[in-house]
């Protein structure tokens, strides 16, 4: 198993601010993207991350995030199987974000 990095949303918030060529994944599905999301996110669905991680950079950091922070730490544990280096999961994903960073963001 490989060894994620995990950033809290304050953590997330410091870090694209000294990395703005993050890419944050959003790997929710439609739906859930449709009620709330981050500004200026990349949608691939987990079960589409197979099919169309070579769409993504390898070389900027990739956050992915999802609701609570499990399904994007499954794909990113994927992604770097695949090759990828630069990954972080969003610890207790968009949800936690809402509570302690952005409450605009609402929640479900």
């Given at each position: 198993?490989?060894?994620?990095?995990?950033?809290?949303p304050v953590e997330l918030h410091a870090?694209?601010?000294?990395?703005?060529?993050?890419?944050?994944?959003?790997?929710?599905?439609?739906?859930?993207?449709?009620?709330?999301?981050?500004?200026?996110?990349?949608?691939?669905?987990?079960?589409?991350?197979?099919?169309?991680?070579?769409?993504?950079?390898?070389?900027?950091?990739?956050?992915?995030?999802?609701?609570?922070?499990?399904?994007?730490?499954?794909?990113?544990?994927?992604?770097?199987?695949?090759?990828?280096?630069?990954?972080?999961?969003?610890?207790?994903?968009?949800?936690?974000?809402?509570?302690?960073?952005?409450?605009?963001?609402?929640?479900?």
């Amino acid at each position: 198993m490989n060894d994620i990095s995990q950033l809290t949303p304050v953590e997330l918030h410091a870090f694209l601010t000294e990395h703005p060529d993050t890419v944050l994944l959003d790997v929710r599905e439609e739906n859930e993207v449709a009620f709330c999301s981050l500004p200026n996110h990349v949608h691939i669905p987990m079960n589409m991350i197979p099919l169309r991680h070579n769409e993504l950079p390898d070389d900027k950091p990739i956050v992915l995030y999802c609701h609570h922070g499990i399904r994007s730490l499954h794909c990113a544990m994927y992604l770097a199987d695949a090759g990828f280096e630069k990954l972080y999961n969003l610890k207790g994903g968009i949800d936690e974000w809402s509570q302690t960073v952005d409450p605009s963001i609402p929640r479900y």
